[in-house]
């Protein structure tokens, strides 16, 4: 049998389920594949710093593989839909029996994968997909009434028990060499035509050894101190794995038994520090799990329904000036500037921006959730919808309160003395502390750094409004 390993967000070779299987059951070889998909690419919005770090990835994983002597060739195809025909064409050119890949959990993803196992069947291959990009089976958690969950805390309480009751699922081993099968590697493109912009190489760079060095660096002398450090962004207090974790460098296994490790294998006791990070390690799953439960957030939907009414104001000018981090809110413009600089955003900041942009703003998180992936390394669409459709009050947060943060307080309590401000916007790096949060108009004189573009507690009692006349709304 000779196998076909379809790499995608599984870009790496050590604890990778489908590439263990494929090597394993192959006896006479795998072949590797990796499909690049431009014009898909940028219609799921991906940036010029996600593709170039993915190209990279791949590069890197290229040559892992070159020495286990499994060369990795590449298809071409704009789009998803010349897929299937594409792959299975590859498959009869190299005599391979069966394909092999790792699941993905977006609408998109799920049809061609769908559509590639109906094609191989129907010409007589066997297709095997695996769990691999999250650590519990995300469809098979499900609530006392057999539904999704719609809330973190008891997702995160099912995902524990089922862990303490099944145990960490093992490591796949790093696959054996094999025999050379005379088929060459495939030249990796440096760029691709239409993703050209600014890039911060030196900030990512690829492969899982600097991965496995960070996780390592992270978990030894960080992660103790993760529960209180993670919310002030001018330390680096978190791991900044997200790259890593979003194209598979990393898989999430890998990560979660390091922090094990560091808590005497307590998954949800213990050192605090681990289990906050933990606990973050199961955001992310569990946003994978809405994707399944409510497919509709892959289609431009809120997780809420009735907020689809909302009347979010399409004002260009205020989101242009959000997009460059010139709002004259100086917390919201270093974490607008430290995305576009360095292609990565603090959580905290992350948060704060993305209220600013919705609640104050009130511009449709959609616009937001664009330009983010736009512009991230690590843009991951489940996080990333996640993340915004939390913060604009249309997803997953079970607060029982209306939530605003107040820009000026956030940014006085996670950059306490303004370090993280000067660092990202310099026309404020000259202000004393009490005024770095809050520019006075004679500080400003010397400076092209704007006023405030609103007015937050006009802008809060607005948009409480907005969202009370559509409880009033949905509830007659
Ligand atoms: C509006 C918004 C958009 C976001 N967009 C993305 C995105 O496109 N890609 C992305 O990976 N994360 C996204 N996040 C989640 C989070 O901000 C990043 O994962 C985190 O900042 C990455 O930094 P880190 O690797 O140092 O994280 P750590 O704090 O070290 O956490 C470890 C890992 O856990 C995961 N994680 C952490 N926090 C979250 C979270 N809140 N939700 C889901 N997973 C999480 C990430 O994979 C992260 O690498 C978004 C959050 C918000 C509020």
Same mark, same amino acid.
């Given at each position: 049998?000779?196998?076909?390993?379809?790499?995608?967000?599984?870009?790496?070779?050590?604890?990778?389920?489908?590439?263990?299987?494929?090597?394993?059951?192959?006896?006479?070889?795998?072949?590797?594949?990796?499909?690049?998909?431009?014009?898909?690419?940028?219609?799921?919005?991906?940036?010029?710093?996600?593709?170039?770090?993915?190209?990279?990835?791949?590069?890197?994983?290229?040559?892992?593989?070159?020495?286990?002597?499994?060369?990795?060739?590449?298809?071409?195809?704009?789009?998803?839909?010349?897929?299937?025909?594409?792959?299975?064409?590859?498959?009869?050119?190299?005599?391979?029996?069966?394909?092999?890949?790792?699941?993905?959990?977006?609408?998109?993803?799920?049809?061609?994968?769908?559509?590639?196992?109906?094609?191989?069947?129907?010409? %007589?291959?066997?297709?095997?997909? @695996?769990?691999?990009?999250? *650590?519990? &089976?995300?469809? !098979?958690? /499900?609530?006392?009434?057999? $539904?999704?969950?719609?809330?973190?805390?008891?997702?995160?309480?099912?995902?524990?028990?089922?862990?303490?009751?099944?145990?960490?699922?093992?490591?796949?081993?790093?696959?054996?060499?094999?025999?050379?099968?005379?088929?060459?590697?495939?030249?990796?493109?440096?760029?691709?035509?239409?993703?050209?912009?600014?890039?911060?190489?030196?900030?990512?760079?690829?492969?899982?050894?600097?991965? %496995?060095?960070?996780?390592?660096? @992270?978990?030894?002398?960080? *992660?103790? &101190?993760?529960? !209180?450090? /993670?919310?002030?962004?001018? $330390?680096?207090?978190?791991?900044?794995?997200?790259?890593?974790?979003?194209?598979?460098?990393?898989?999430?296994?890998?990560?979660?038994?390091?922090?094990?490790?560091?808590?005497?294998?307590?998954?949800?006791?213990?050192?605090?520090?681990?289990?906050?990070?933990?606990?973050?390690?199961?955001?992310?799953?569990?946003?994978?799990?809405?994707?399944?439960?409510?497919?509709?957030?892959?289609?431009?939907?809120p997780?809420k329904p009735a907020t689809d009414s909302l009347p979010w104001r399409d004002d260009?000018?205020q989101f242009?000036?959000?997009?460059?981090?010139?709002?004259?809110f100086?917390?919201?413009?270093?974490?607008?500037?430290?995305?576009?600089?360095?292609?990565?955003?603090?959580?905290?900041?992350?948060?704060?921006?993305a209220m600013f942009l919705t609640k104050d703003l009130f511009i449709d998180w959609?616009w937001g959730?664009?330009?983010?992936?736009?512009?991230?390394?690590?843009?991951?669409?489940?996080?990333?919808?996640?993340?915004?459709q939390w913060s604009a009050s249309t997803g997953?947060d079970?607060a029982p309160y209306f939530r605003m943060f107040n820009p000026l307080s956030?940014?006085?309590?996670?950059?306490?003395?303004?370090?993280?401000?000067?660092?990202?916007?310099?026309?404020?790096?000259?202000?004393?502390?009490?005024?770095?949060?809050?520019?006075?108009?004679?500080?400003?004189?010397?400076?092209?750094?704007?006023?405030p573009i609103i007015d937050h507690g006009r802008a809060r009692k607005f948009v409480t409004q907005a969202f009370r006349r559509l409880r009033g709304r949905t509830s007659h």
């Amino acid at each position: 049998m000779r196998a076909l390993m379809w790499f995608r967000s599984d870009l790496r070779v050590q604890d990778n389920a489908a590439l263990h299987h494929a090597c394993k059951a192959a006896d006479k070889g795998a072949i590797a594949v990796f499909a690049i998909c431009p014009k898909q690419w940028a219609s799921h919005d991906w940036g010029s710093m996600k593709v170039d770090f993915v190209l990279r990835s791949v590069s890197a994983l290229s040559a892992a593989l070159a020495k286990l002597n499994i060369p990795l060739v590449l298809i071409r195809s704009e789009h998803f839909a010349q897929v299937p025909g594409k792959l299975l064409a590859l498959a009869r050119r190299y005599a391979c029996d069966a394909l092999y890949f790792n699941r993905e959990y977006e609408v998109n993803e799920q049809q061609r994968d769908r559509e590639v196992t109906t094609w191989f069947r129907e010409h %007589h291959r066997d297709v095997h997909a @695996f769990t691999d990009q999250v *650590i519990v &089976d995300v469809g !098979r958690l /499900r609530t006392g009434m057999g $539904g999704y969950y719609t809330v973190f805390t008891p997702f995160k309480r099912k995902w524990c028990h089922v862990l303490k009751e099944e145990g960490l699922p093992s490591v796949s081993p790093r696959p054996r060499r094999q025999e050379r099968i005379g088929i060459e590697p495939a030249a990796i493109p440096a760029t691709l035509r239409g993703f050209a912009g600014h890039l911060r190489q030196d900030l990512w760079p690829a492969g899982e050894q600097v991965a %496995h060095k960070r996780l390592r660096t @992270f978990v030894s002398r960080k *992660i103790g &101190d993760y529960h !209180r450090a /993670r919310d002030f962004p001018a $330390g680096d207090g978190t791991s900044a794995l997200s790259p890593y974790l979003a194209v598979g460098v990393l898989s999430p296994r890998q990560c979660l038994r390091a922090a094990l490790e560091a808590n005497n294998g307590k998954l949800d006791s213990g050192k605090q520090g681990v289990t906050t990070w933990i606990s973050e390690l199961i955001w992310r799953e569990f946003y994978r799990h809405v994707l399944i439960g409510f497919p509709r957030v892959c289609r431009g939907r809120p997780f809420k329904p009735a907020t689809d009414s909302l009347p979010w104001r399409d004002d260009e000018e205020q989101f242009a000036a959000w997009c460059a981090g010139r709002t004259g809110f100086p917390i919201v413009d270093a974490g607008m500037r430290q995305l576009a600089q360095t292609g990565w955003m603090h959580n905290r900041l992350r948060m704060i921006v993305a209220m600013f942009l919705t609640k104050d703003l009130f511009i449709d998180w959609r616009w937001g959730e664009r330009h983010f992936m736009r512009n991230l390394v690590d843009g991951d669409f489940a996080s990333n919808n996640g993340g915004w459709q939390w913060s604009a009050s249309t997803g997953t947060d079970a607060a029982p309160y209306f939530r605003m943060f107040n820009p000026l307080s956030q940014g006085r309590r996670c950059d306490p003395d303004g370090s993280f401000i000067r660092r990202f916007v310099p026309e404020l790096a000259g202000l004393p502390d009490s005024r770095v949060h809050r520019p006075d108009v004679q500080s400003l004189a010397a400076t092209d750094y704007p006023p405030p573009i609103i007015d937050h507690g006009r802008a809060r009692k607005f948009v409480t409004q907005a969202f009370r006349r559509l409880r009033g709304r949905t509830s007659h």
